[in-house]
């Protein structure tokens, strides 16, 4: 078993930045791919950033440039670094882990951002 939780939703200004935070504890070594999805009230959950065992990043058109997915590899935790943050960036982000990419088996509760105009 995985348990992820994530940290450091707030809400900022338009053009600011949060950085949010995965921890996972468990059996983090079955742990391959992690990934950052969020969805929006009345929207459809949305795939934002990914990144696996050998670093290898993939990012939605919507967040290339803005977003950043990294691991710590002594420290077990995944950040995602959200810069120049939009109002249609507000949404509920959640963590999630699995053995492959788009294969997720785990998911954290969710951390709130909200971006104000």
């Known amino acids: 078993q995985v348990k992820l939780a994530e940290s450091g939703g707030g809400s900022v200004q338009s053009g600011g930045s949060l950085r949010l935070s995965c921890t996972a504890s468990?059996?983090?070594?079955?742990?391959?791919?992690v990934t950052w999805h969020r969805q929006a009230p009345g929207k459809q959950r949305e795939q934002v950033a990914d990144i696996d065992g050998n670093g290898r990043t993939r990012y939605a058109d919507s967040v290339k440039g803005r977003f950043t997915i990294s691991h710590d590899n002594v420290e077990n935790m995944w950040y995602l670094e959200m810069d120049s943050l939009k109002p249609e960036d507000t949404a509920m982000y959640y963590c999630?882990?699995?053995?492959?990419?788009?294969?997720?088996?785990?998911w954290g509760p969710g951390t709130r951002v909200t971006v104000s105009s």
């Open positions: 999630g882990s699995g053995p492959l990419c788009d294969e997720w088996n785990y």
């Open positions: 468990g059996h983090v070594q079955g742990l391959w791919c």
